[in-house]
Every structure is written in C-alpha cells, then in structure tokens.
C-alpha cells in the first residue's frame, strides 16, 4: 500500500508561480512512475507530466515549456514546477503513483486557482 501526501496548491494571478508537492509513504520500493494529473468539474482527469525511476518525463502539450516534474528518490517525493500558470491551468492536481506491479494510487488533490 502506497499513500500520497500533497501540498502546494493555492491561488496565483495569471503568470505566477507555484510549486507542488508530494511525498509517498508506506510501501514506497515499490514505485516506479510518479507523476501529476488535474481535473476541472466539466472536463476528464488529464495527465499534466509524469517521470519515471530512471528520470524520463512525459508532459501534455499544453504544458510544455511552463511545467517541469521531478522527483527525489531518496525522500520518495515528486514536485512539480509551474511557471507562466494560465486561467485554463485551474483545476483540482492529483498526484499518482504507478507501481512495478502496475498498481495506479492517487493523492486526495490539491485545488489550484490562476485568476485573471
């Protein structure tokens, strides 16, 4: 069993900053994938980036070259980087890890807010 403990989320202008946390705890040899997801209330849940053990990153288009995803493998915690936030970045961030066995856990998510 892994648990997923976030924090970062809040709320920012347009062009800010913030930076989100997470930190796995319990079974944690057992990650391999870490990475991000956000959900709107009209919209599916989307990958925003995800970063493997070996330090191999994924990101959604609409992310790239603004958000940077990284991981501490000592502390078991994977952070991402949000610069240049946009109004349509707003939406609940969930964190997710995916095990060697391939089992998917997810974080309770943490709202974050760009305004206008």
């Known amino acids: 069993q892994v648990m997923l403990v976030e924090s970062g989320g809040g709320l920012v202008q347009a062009g800010g900053s913030l930076r989100l946390s997470c930190a796995a705890e319990?079974?944690?040899?057992?990650?391999?994938?870490m990475g991000w997801y956000r959900q709107t209330p009209t919209n599916q849940r989307e990958l925003v980036a995800h970063i493997n053990s070996k330090g191999i990153t994924n990101y959604t288009d609409s992310v790239k070259g603004r958000f940077t995803v990284s991981r501490d493998n000592a502390k078991y915690t994977v952070y991402l980087q949000m610069n240049s936030l946009k109004p349509e970045d707003t939406a609940v961030y969930y964190c997710?890890?995916?095990?060697?066995?391939?089992?998917?856990?997810w974080g309770q998510g943490t709202q974050v807010t760009v305004s206008s």
């Open positions: 997710q890890t995916i095990t060697w066995g391939l089992t998917t856990y």
């Open positions: 319990g079974d944690i040899r057992t990650i391999n994938v």
